[in-house]
């Protein structure tokens, strides 16, 4: 099992968990926790950087989705990076590719949270 992810704060507003390899059964609740505690952070946006992920399973999508909720809740946003095929064809697979907000690299990420500040989007 390969998993090892990482935290960034890279300003007031924005946090970034970043993640490599396989995110499962056996490590979302890590996942989860990462995300929570920078919730819990107040931080306006939230980054998720699968660009180095190689898989995500359906109690991934379950946190990511929850996390997506919590946030919308105050006006924050989620949002996923990843250029992966595999990562992205199950966003594609599940519809969540309409639910969440998914660009293709942190760096996309970090400019559309700078493009477009939290509540500006439709619920």
Partial sequence: ?????AQDAPDDTTHVVAVRGEIDIFTAPEFKAMIAGAI???KSFVIIDLTEATFIDSSSLGVLISAHRRLRLRDGRLIVATDVPAVRNTF???GLDAVLEIVP????ALLAR???PPGAEAA
């Fill in 1 to 5: 099992m390969d998993f090892s992810a």
């Fill in 40 to 42: 819990d952070t107040r």
């Fill in 92 to 94: 594609k697979i599940t």
């Fill in 105 to 108: 690299t942190r760096e996309a």
């Fill in 114 to 116: 700078a493009e477009d």
